[in-house]
Each structure stands twice: as C-alpha cells, then as structure tokens.
C-alpha cells in the first residue's frame, strides 16, 4: 500500500443540507477514492480519503469549493496511515 495515501479531514462552513455528502460520495467514487464521509452535529463534514496521492489530492481540492449550494470557510486536514479501505461510503451523523 506504498503508493497509497489516506487524509481525514474536516469540513467547516455551511456543507450539510447543501447535497455535500453526495456530491463527495459520486466525486470519490468517480476519482477511483477509497474512504467515508458523514455530517457531525457540530454542523461539520467529516471525512477520510483513502487513494493515489493525486486522486485524494483532487477530492481535497475539491472540498475547498464543495458541492453546489455549499460555502466552505475552513478545511482541518491530517494525514494517517492508509488502511486499505475497499469503498467509499456515506455514514451516519455522529
């Protein structure tokens, strides 16, 4: 899993109601990512990309603009060890 690279990250701004987990799960899915998403009740997103650095490089750009409808203040972000995840998936709120 060298060449693998795994981020979590956390989305801050308006990004719930606004379509974001979706448009996160499609724009993973379609970037061949690896990974989770879900809402946090603070009003956050949180979630891990698991992947090719320049794919989880892309989804990380483009968590800066976010989905349509979305307005994205801040992204904390913070590197992990990879863990060989199979799928990406929308989790429930935590």
């Known amino acids: 899993m060298s060449d693998r690279v ?3 990250v ?8 606004v379509g974001f987990r979706a448009h996160t799960e499609a724009m ?8 989770w998403v879900r809402n946090l009740r603070d009003g956050r997103v949180e979630a891990v990309f698991e992947g090719s650095p320049a ?4 989804m990380l750009r483009w968590c800066q ?7 994205v203040e801040a992204i904390e ?8 995840l ?3 998936e929308i989790r429930p709120t935590v």
């Open 77 to 84: 972000q913070r590197s992990e060890p990879p863990e060989g």
């Open 10 to 17: 956390w989305v801050r701004g308006r990004v719930q109601g």
């Open 65 to 71: 603009q976010g989905s349509p409808g979305s307005v």
């Open 6 to 8: 795994r981020v979590h």
């Open 86 to 88: 199979a799928t990406f």
């Open 28 to 35: 993973a899915r379609n970037a061949g990512v690896q990974g």
């Open 55 to 58: 794919a989880v490089e892309a």
